[in-house]
């Protein structure tokens, strides 16, 4: 994988905003600020996944992009008590369409929202209309990760989760 650095990733234009060294990504971590990592295959190849670090706020994002540049799975974790909850996780389904990155509209949208003891409410969309459910009593220690260390992505960005 290889990591670029940037303040934010505009889907529109499939771009990083205010690009930044390493160094400099390194220092907003240590201090919680925002920066995001944008991974690729090799130089060459499309960004396929992004990783939008605010440890200031409590919120950290991996977005796992498709190979039209659209967001396809979306985990959004919260800080507590110095460690990462998988709290949200959002896939996207965009049918037969082929349109290219912020442009497009999902056909279908599952949403998983977790708390920490145990409830999951799932929340389905197709073309507009929402369907929900919820349980109770889910064992979700695999919810929790440590805080990564700088570059040290490997276990957010899990694409399977238990």
């Excluded at 499939?14 to 907003?28: D, L």
Aim: glycine fraction near 6%; include cysteine.
């Amino acid at each position: 994988m290889i990591w670029t650095y940037c303040e934010q990733w505009n889907n529109l234009t499939e771009t990083p905003m205010n690009p930044m060294t390493a160094e400099q990504a390194h220092a907003r971590h240590a201090s919680g600020q925002l920066y995001t990592a944008v991974a690729s295959a090799d130089e060459h190849s499309a960004a396929t996944l992004r990783v939008e670090m605010r440890l200031e706020t409590g919120y950290t994002s991996v977005i796992f992009m498709d190979e039209h540049g659209r967001d396809s799975l979306d985990y959004t974790f919260t800080l507590i008590d110095d460690s990462l909850f998988l709290e949200t996780a959002t896939s996207y389904d965009y049918g037969d369409s082929q349109e290219r990155g912020g442009y497009a509209d999902a056909e279908r949208m599952e949403t998983f929202e977790f708390t920490t003891d145990g409830i999951i409410r799932r929340t389905v969309e197709v073309d507009g209309e929402e369907s929900k459910e919820s349980r109770h009593g889910i064992d979700v220690a695999s919810n929790w990760e440590p805080v990564p260390a700088f570059g040290a992505y490997d276990a957010l960005t899990r694409r399977d989760r238990a």
